[in-house]
């Protein structure tokens, strides 16, 4: 894969280079003026956000010029695919917020058809069925700039052809026997011309046609053939197909007359730094226990994005602001957080959490005494309200928020020093205790009372601003810290085993966690939280009415856009 960085190349709200080519055809009268593109998952596995950077294409073009999309299953290799996948890809599609109406169909239900069209291609002297091994076939094909070699079973007689075909599709051979070629060009400087593969046999049963079929399609077989009997118009898809492209027309025009044929349109694959794309790999991390399945929220997968908590709205900004290109790129991880980051600060309720918690003393304060503080539930949006706090005389604060010894900018809490507690009282560090160990057990403080936030002559201004929970009302919660997945930037371009490049340090499971009481009452699945100075957390489904558990979505420092403030200075 070629390097490049590649940002902000979508063209705002205007048309990006393939509605463009659409615009183009419609205004032209091709197709009577129709619209039809498809998206054509094969059912082996999850979807990823590059899936989604293609269905939000397929779909999103359809919508925006009033045409329509197929939902098309590529279910050609029964080896591999599971009808667990199919309802999750549909689940997923849904949660971006697209539809196929009744346009749902499955490659499995054009076998009969590909199939004839086989056996004529065979009658026709177009196809031949080769029994060399899978390596002899390989090895014939030449290089780019050296014809292949012709098989030695290329010119076999037609009825030689149509009965071992029939035969293969009955079940009479063994895998990888022998497989059925169109006879094209075997010094055609398009390797995809010199003879490609059009069966293969099988014997796995297919999760939706059972044992009917012995024979598979190859890709390159199926996928023209399959939009063509659909009446796709557009069959966009990613900059790999480009050179298949000649091969899908010409298995096209086997079906067609002149008046029509799909047209296909290529773009760049979306790939993400610190991550991997390639379905293979990310089955082998789930197979393999190396993630915690599908939907483990390290994964660029669409449900393992959902559970971390990355929203459909965060995803569609994000594809929009990369743009569709003609040219293979590398996108920075940071720009899809700041997006994330961008949804989530207008819509996630504040609340306060003390993840690594130590608990703070405020020595002059009475014991009995409670105080309810109101919180704004997003500063963003007024509208959204308060929530109470109670406030006590012992809190719970961050560890790290303590120093013993401080740096000179250290301007949180430390001995003699002052902080303002958040929505409540500034306080002054008199003491701490230790343990055994020398490990800090209790901190404590003096509150003074004339400073409470929101009253009159309250404005005394401290640098550093604390946020804390009420040590006798505090729950108990689980906090699931996540890292980069991989610990290189671009692991596909490494050498080696891609699994020795996993960040080890990707999971971090905090169990001590104290939540305020509001907080652990708003816990709905998949709901959004900006915890307090250190980041958005999103419900986890493991979560319990004892024991709430949030996922770290995303923190609150925005590197991308820290970064784009220096490159433009
Ligand atoms: P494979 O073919 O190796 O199983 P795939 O990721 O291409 O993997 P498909 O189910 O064939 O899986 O993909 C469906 C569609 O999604 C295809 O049209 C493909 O071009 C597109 N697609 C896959 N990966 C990406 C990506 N990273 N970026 C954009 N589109 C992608
Ligand atoms: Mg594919």
Known sequence: MTEIIEEGVANEGGLNFVEQEIANDLAAGKNGGRLNTRFPPEPNGYLHIGHAKAFIMDFGAAEKFGGTCNLRFDDTNPQKEDMEYVNAIMRDIHWLGYDWGDRLYYASDYFPQLYDLAVRMIKEGKAYVDEQTSEQIAEQKGTPTTPGRPSPFRDRPVEENLDL?????????????????????????????????????????????????????????????????????????????????????????????????????????????????????????????????????????????????????????????????????????????????????????????????????????????????????????????????????????????????????????????????????????????????????????????????????????????????????????????????????????????????????SLKVRRNVKLEPWAAEQTKPEGHFQFTRLGYYTVDPDSTEEMPVFNKTIGLKDTWAKEQKKAAK
């Open 165 to 505: 075909f029939e035969r293969m599709n009955k079940g009479e051979f063994e895998e990888g026997s022998m497989v059925l070629r169109a006879k094209i060009d075997m010094a055609n400087s398009n390797m995809h011309f010199r003879d490609p593969i059009m069966y293969r046999i099988i014997k796995t049963p297919h999760w939706r046609t059972g044992t009917q079929w012995k024979v598979y399609p190859m890709y390159d077989f199926a996928h023209g053939q399959s939009d063509y009997f659909e009446g796709v118009t557009h069959s966009i898809c990613t900059l790999e197909f480009v050179p298949h492209r000649p091969l899908y027309e010409y298995f096209v025009k086997e079906l067609a007359d002149e008046s029509y044929c799909p047209r296909q349109i290529e773009f760049n694959r979306l790939n993400l730094t610190y991550t991997v794309m390639s379905k293979r790999k990310l089955l082998q991390l789930v197979k393999e226990g190396l993630v915690n399945g599908w939907d483990d929220p390290r994964m660029p997968t669409l449900c393992g994005l959902r559970r971390r908590g990355y929203t459909p709205e965060a995803i569609k900004d994000f594809v929009n602001r990369i743009g569709y290109t003609k040219y293979e790129a590398l996108n920075h991880i940071e720009l899809l957080e700041h997006a994330v980051r961008e949804d989530l600060n207008k819509t996630a309720t504040r609340v306060c959490a003390v993840v690594n918690p130590v608990k703070l003393i405020l020595t002059n304060y009475p014991e009995d005494k409670e105080e309810i503080i109101e919180m704004d539930n997003n500063p963003e949006n007024l509208e959204e309200g308060k929530h109470p706090m109670p406030f006590t005389r012992e809190l719970w604060i961050e560890r790290e928020d303590f120093m013993e010894n401080p740096p000179k900018k250290f301007f949180r809490l430390s001995p003699d020093k002052e902080v303002r507690l958040k929505g409540a009282y500034i306080i002054k560090c008199t003491g701490v205790k230790k343990n055994d160990a020398g490990e800090i057990e209790e901190i404590y403080a003096e509150y003074d009372p004339d400073t409470k936030s929101g009253m009159p002559g309250s404005d005394r201004k401290v640098k550093g601003t604390l946020h804390w929970v009420s040590v006798p009302h505090a729950k108990d919660a689980e906090v699931r810290d996540y890292d980069r997945l991989f610990a290189v930037e671009n692991p596909s371009a490494e050498e080696g085993d891609f699994r020795d490049l996993l960040n080890p340090e």
